[in-house]
């Protein structure tokens, strides 16, 4: 079975700042996703970045980026010049690769002040 | 774009009463999956279905019930309602080609509440 682990319950971060979220997982799949949902308070679930494990370059998508280390079973979402709108629960997910679920961390509150 | 469908967005039900969830995917999407996030927790796998077969199966209880129609959209039947049963319940859809499946899009979800 599959975990996964952020460490932060709750960040907050000064508007245009970088911020940095942490994930840990644990399993034995060699193949495998690891995406960043976000959740802002209308409880969407919308997707922010997806890693496939095999890639060893880290995907970025404009402001979000992410930092995988897979030896060390980690993925940390950064997020770069922060927005208002940045404010809401984000969390890290896990699915292998000829799988089904989804697994989930238990979430990051992140706050975006202004 | 087109995203996923669910209805209702909310619906009040009374202890053992029986709800159905439905789920539209997105279009071209043959796999759902149905999520169950009460207050304060991270979304739990319940059950998927590809190419209306079930698939795989989370921690769902015996008093739910799925399936997946020949246009590809879900329904999530719950019996005997509980008070913790009340949740935010999301449907989201992917493509699986061969034995890579894709990256899941979720619904805006349905707010079930049971009093």
């Known amino acids: 079975a599959q975990t996964v682990t952020q460490s932060q319950p709750e960040m907050s971060v000064q508007e245009a700042e970088t911020v940095t979220l942490s994930c840990t997982y644990d399993t034995s799949e060699n193949n495998y996703y690891l995406f960043w949902y976000k959740q802002p308070p209308s409880r969407q679930m919308i997707l922010v970045i997806r890693?496939?494990?095999?890639?060893?370059q880290n995907a970025t998508e404009n402001r979000f980026s992410v930092n995988f280390q897979k030896a060390a079973k980690s993925f940390s979402l950064k997020i770069s010049d922060s927005q208002l709108g940045d404010t809401a629960m984000y969390f890290c997910?896990?699915?292998?690769?000829?799988?089904?679920?989804?697994?989930f961390g238990g979430g990051t509150r992140l706050m975006v002040k202004p | 774009a087109a995203g996923v469908i669910q209805s209702p967005r909310h619906l009040i039900k009374e202890k053992r009463e029986t709800a159905t969830l439905k789920c539209y995917p997105i279009p071209r999407h043959d796999t759902v999956y149905w999520y169950q996030q009460g207050p304060g927790q991270d979304p739990q796998f319940l059950i998927s279905f590809y190419e209306k077969m079930q698939s795989d199966k989370g921690s769902i209880p015996d008093r739910f019930s799925a399936q997946q129609f020949s246009d590809y959209h879900s329904e999530l039947n719950m019996s005997s309602l509980e008070l913790g049963d009340s949740a935010l319940y999301f449907c989201a859809s992917s493509f699986t080609s061969g034995r890579s499946t894709d990256t899941q899009y979720f619904g805006p979800g349905t707010r079930l509440t049971v009093l």
């Open positions: 890693q496939e494990a095999y890639k060893q």
């Open positions: 997910a896990f699915m292998k690769r000829a799988g089904n679920m989804l697994t």
